[in-house]
């Protein structure tokens, strides 16, 4: 797991923008990309950025596709606090990516049904390349709680009380608007993507942050299983990594990084 620490959330963002960009222009013609796609407001600062890329830069994202980590179960997509809306609010409706942005299934009478559909479309799709991750302040993913599997694939789960609090100030701080449920990518499903990239800023994510990497991997903080992964690269800011026992040793292996390694974890060609 490579561990990047910034000084400040935008450099979080560009941290997290740099390698994205670089899976977006590797897609060869005709072979794709396909993305995964956090909602929560750590990543949006990333999504600006990429926006910004895509119309100062020509960072063009025609062909690709995207899938949505999670949907909340009973709110419309165009419900406003919908995760489909939110994605398409915050990125997708500002960059060329053609309407291939695809999300579990909220409104399905039969939401675990319509997880598993899901589950098979991104399979179908070849699996995803990079997946951006945020983490809740109790170490879930995506919306795996503690004792979700580790090796689940898409499907319901009930809220924690603590993320219903934690994102009541979506709902005007109401915590009864809040869904109790959501359709999940599983913490399988989601070790399946090529390359895992966690975005983690401020104080309150410090715990959860130095159990995710330097903790067990346990379902207690499902986001502990990034230990698994071949590939996932955790990028924090002061605050979030100020619990890390070995934050010197993660800026020191940075700086030796080797300089044929692009930001993807991939060597860089000729
Ligand atoms: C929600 C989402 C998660 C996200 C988390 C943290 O619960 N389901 O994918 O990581 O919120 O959000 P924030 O970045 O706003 O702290």
Not at 15 to 33: H, N, Q
Not at 205 to 222: D, R, W
Not at 236 to 256: F, I
Request: charged letters at 25%; glycine letters at 8%.
């Amino acid at each position: 797991m490579e561990i990047l620490i910034r000084d400040t959330p935008e450099e979080v963002a560009l941290a997290a923008a740099d390698i994205v960009s670089a899976y977006v222009r590797r897609a060869l013609p005709g072979a794709g990309c396909v993305l995964g796609l956090a909602t929560g407001s750590t990543p949006v600062a990333t999504y600006q950025e990429l926006i910004r890329r895509h119309r100062e830069e020509g960072l063009s994202f025609a062909g690709l596709t995207a899938f949505c980590l999670d949907e909340y179960i009973g709110l419309p997509r165009e419900h406003q606090e919908s995760y489909f809306r939110f994605i398409r609010d915050n990125f997708t409706a500002h960059i060329d990516i053609d309407d291939a942005v695809f999300s579990p299934d909220g409104m399905d009478p039969q939401p675990w049904k319509a997880a598993q559909r899901y589950d098979e479309a991104i399979r179908e799709a070849g699996g995803i390349d990079v997946q951006i991750l945020g983490i809740g302040s109790n170490g879930h993913i995506g919306f795996n709680e503690p004792g979700s599997p580790l090796r689940g694939r898409t499907r319901v789960e009930t809220l924690h009380p603590q993320t219903i609090r934690d994102n009541a100030r979506f709902f005007e701080n109401d915590v009864e608007d809040v869904p109790t449920h959501a359709i999940t990518q599983g913490l399988g499903t989601i070790l399946d993507a090529d390359h895992l990239v966690l975005l983690a800023t401020g104080e309150n994510k410090a715990y959860a942050v130095h159990s995710l990497v330097e903790g067990p991997i346990t379902t207690s903080i499902p986001a502990s299983m990034l230990q698994l992964a071949d590939k996932a690269t955790v990028i924090v800011d002061e605050s979030a990594a100020s619990m890390l026992r070995e934050r010197e040793y993660y800026r020191h292996r940075e700086e030796l990084r080797p300089s044929w390694l692009g930001p993807d974890m991939r060597p860089i060609e000729d």
